[in-house]
């Protein structure tokens, strides 16, 4: 699992649930409202992810890094790929699950309620499992 461990991680935690989320919510979500917010997120993420990633360099204390064991390896300014997969499906995911929030309140109908349901339930469960399978020497100690 080793160096695959961060985008394994990734795909289930939010990649999985976003295209899933996608094909449910897609027809009542504007392509036009998505997009600037997934740029904007990204954008201003990255922005901070680089100046933290950088900035744990010079300090002993600071814990901002990526283990490259876990990560494919390839980087751009200094964050392996996958943090930018995560930005991009990360906020994809919480504008669409946002959304069916709103659709619930505003009176869903009830396959609504059972994908966003499933889908929160989905997240907290994988979420969970990252943390509890993580690769040896990764443990927190």
Do not use: C
Request: no cysteine; net charge positive; glycine share 8%.
């Amino acid at each position: 699992m080793g160096k695959y461990y961060y985008l394994l991680a990734l795909v289930w935690v939010f990649v999985f649930p976003s295209i899933v989320a996608w094909l449910v919510f897609s027809p009542l979500i504007p392509l036009s409202a998505l997009i600037p917010f997934v740029v904007s997120v990204t954008i201003v993420g990255i922005i901070l992810d680089v100046w933290a990633t950088r900035h744990g360099r010079k300090d002993r204390v600071w814990l901002w890094q990526f283990n490259p064991k876990n990560t494919l390896g390839v980087k751009w300014f200094g964050l392996p790929v996958e943090e930018y997969l995560f930005y991009v499906s990360g906020s994809i995911y919480m504008v669409l699950m946002w959304e069916g929030l709103q659709i619930m309140i505003s009176g869903a109908p009830s396959w609504v309620y059972l994908t966003t349901g499933v889908l929160g339930a989905w997240t907290l469960i994988f979420t969970l499992a990252v943390f509890l399978i993580r690769p040896k020497g990764d443990r927190v100690r």
